[in-house]
């Protein structure tokens, strides 16, 4: 290597190296929810950490948001920012003529532009499932309940699922006749949790004084079952009464499945994707100002592939699922590793011949790269934290 050549050992902005305890931790979670996931039903898929640019950019808020790389002849790709959407570019082509449902699974690293913060950053995991090929309140009932589990397998107890409907905003501007881009501009607003912006752009609006108040009130509209029944009681039009309606249902469903405890109705949840066109929700822990996890109905997105489907889904940010364990006081049990192998120089065949007796039982061993006195073994033993010693010599 040439003197004027300088070693970057740092990682790139908004990535980090996982230490081996870190990689040991977010292993055991995938372990776990790859087997709940298989428990219900989810056959596991993989696509490609790259796409090209205009499978991902229509179903995107902003452009600038990805990694964008220059391809085989000048093709435009870029690193997934998100599992849906190649999911559903994979469902439209490779699996077109499976049966449906179709209940697909995923763990995989996504990529996006943004300033890093805690529980942020530009390269994080995500695991998480889809459900194509229906459209009953039993099948957004699943998906919520399975989020629900998920989280709890994870080791996440005090928790709450917020649940919005898109149909029901979109059904009370279509009342108010809130024109196409002045609507845009509001579900930004709300989607950003953006009051003030939100107040002013109804401002604006040729509404009654009591119109903008009933405007300036559904994002803040929030509660429990109770929640539905206030609902019922605003000007509605047949899009919102279809939407409280839906709610109800799956509530009920989601009920059965025993978890309507961690369930709560948030009219300003409409995500930030903009493929969803119904049910949507968000999962929140108690000190972290940003879900653990999210998603939603999604019925028009494998229209745009030439594949109209139904379809819902929802993933887990693994990075912020780890933070939020570890803010309440969780954590993962460390990986176990069984047996250290020590042995003198003349017994090193005898311990290659135990440690792999070992390994074929199922333990954890790991033999020493030298002879060593049993002192010696023994501290390497502790050094490299192994539960047992077993020394030949």
Same mark, same amino acid.
């Given at each position: 290597?040439?003197?004027? !050549?300088?070693?970057?050992?740092?990682?790139?902005?908004?990535?980090?190296?996982?230490?081996?305890?870190?990689?040991?931790?977010?292993?055991?979670?995938?372990?776990?929810?790859?087997? $709940?996931?298989?428990?219900? @039903?989810?056959?596991?898929?993989?696509?490609?950490?790259?796409?090209?640019?205009?499978?991902?950019?229509?179903?995107?808020?902003? !452009?600038?948001? $990805?990694?964008?790389?220059?391809?085989?002849?000048?093709?435009?790709?870029?690193?997934?920012?998100?599992?849906?959407?190649?999911?559903?570019?994979?469902?439209?082509?490779?699996?077109?003529?499976?049966?449906?449902?179709?209940?697909?699974?995923?763990?995989?690293?996504?990529?996006?532009?943004?300033?890093?913060?805690?529980?942020?950053?530009?390269?994080?995991?995500?695991?998480?499932?889809?459900?194509?090929?229906?459209?009953?309140?039993?099948?957004?009932?699943?998906?919520?309940?399975?989020? *629900?589990?998920?989280?709890?397998?994870?080791?996440?107890?005090?928790?709450?699922?917020?649940?919005?409907?898109?149909?029901?905003?979109?059904?009370? $501007?279509?009342?108010?006749?809130?024109?196409?881009?002045?609507?845009?501009?509001?579900?930004?607003?709300?989607?950003?949790? +953006?009051?003030?912006?939100?107040?002013?752009?109804?401002?604006?609006?040729?509404?009654?004084?009591? +119109?903008?108040?009933?405007?300036?009130?559904?994002?803040?509209?929030? &509660?429990?079952?109770?929640?539905?029944?206030?609902?019922? @009681?605003?000007?509605?039009?047949?899009?919102?009464?279809?939407?409280?309606?839906?709610?109800? =249902? *799956?509530?009920?469903?989601?009920?059965?499945?025993?978890?309507?405890?961690?369930?709560?109705?948030?009219?300003?949840?409409?995500?930030?994707?903009?493929?969803?066109?119904?049910?949507?929700?968000?999962?929140?822990?108690?000190?972290?100002?940003?879900?653990?996890?999210?998603?939603?109905?999604?019925?028009?997105?494998?229209? !745009?592939?030439?594949?109209?489907?139904?379809?819902? &889904?929802? /993933?887990?940010?693994?990075?912020?699922?780890?933070?939020?364990?570890?803010?309440?006081?969780?954590?993962?049990?460390?990986?176990?590793?069984?047996?250290?192998? @020590?042995?003198?120089?003349?017994? %090193?065949?005898?311990? %290659?011949?135990? /440690?792999? =007796?070992?390994?074929?039982?199922?333990?954890?061993?790991?033999?020493?790269?030298?002879?060593?006195?049993?002192?010696? /073994?023994?501290?390497?033993?502790?050094?490299? &934290?192994?539960?047992?010693?077993?020394?030949?010599?």
């Amino acid at each position: 290597m040439m003197k004027s !050549e300088k070693l970057i050992l740092e990682t790139p902005y908004g990535t980090r190296d996982l230490l081996p305890r870190d990689a040991a931790e977010m292993r055991h979670m995938e372990d776990m929810l790859s087997r $709940l996931f298989r428990s219900w @039903g989810y056959d596991e898929v993989i696509t490609p950490t790259i796409e090209h640019l205009e499978t991902l950019v229509p179903r995107i808020p902003e !452009e600038n948001s $990805l990694f964008m790389l220059l391809g085989n002849k000048n093709k435009l790709l870029a690193l997934r920012n998100e599992m849906t959407t190649p999911i559903a570019r994979l469902v439209s082509s490779r699996l077109k003529d499976a049966p449906v449902p179709l209940k697909l699974s995923y763990l995989g690293n996504v990529f996006r532009v943004e300033q890093t913060q805690m529980g942020r950053q530009c390269e994080f995991h995500q695991a998480g499932v889809e459900l194509m090929g229906s459209e009953t309140p039993a099948s957004d009932a699943e998906i919520i309940s399975l989020a *629900i589990e998920s989280v709890l397998t994870c080791g996440i107890k005090d928790f709450q699922i917020h649940i919005g409907q898109v149909d029901f905003l979109d059904g009370m $501007l279509a009342y108010y006749e809130v024109g196409d881009e002045q609507s845009k501009e509001l579900k930004s607003a709300i989607e950003c949790h +953006d009051i003030v912006l939100m107040n002013q752009l109804i401002d604006t609006l040729p509404l009654s004084a009591r +119109d903008k108040e009933t405007l300036k009130a559904l994002p803040l509209l929030n &509660g429990r079952e109770d929640l539905l029944k206030r609902l019922y @009681g605003f000007s509605l039009n047949t899009q919102s009464l279809s939407a409280v309606d839906n709610l109800a =249902e *799956i509530y009920a469903l989601i009920k059965s499945y025993g978890y309507k405890d961690y369930v709560c109705f948030d009219l300003g949840t409409i995500r930030d994707f903009n493929y969803y066109t119904g049910m949507v929700f968000e999962g929140y822990s108690i000190g972290l100002g940003f879900p653990l996890c999210g998603g939603g109905r999604y019925d028009h997105l494998l229209t !745009e592939y030439g594949n109209p489907m139904p379809a819902t &889904g929802f /993933a887990l940010g693994m990075e912020r699922i780890l933070l939020a364990l570890m803010r309440q006081g969780g954590q993962i049990p460390p990986a176990s590793k069984h047996v250290y192998v @020590g042995y003198t120089d003349a017994s %090193i065949n005898e311990a %290659i011949r135990r /440690a792999t =007796e070992l390994r074929r039982q199922g333990k954890v061993a790991e033999i020493g790269m030298k002879g060593q006195s049993y002192e010696e /073994a023994e501290q390497s033993r502790e050094a490299r &934290g192994y539960e047992l010693l077993e020394y030949f010599g």
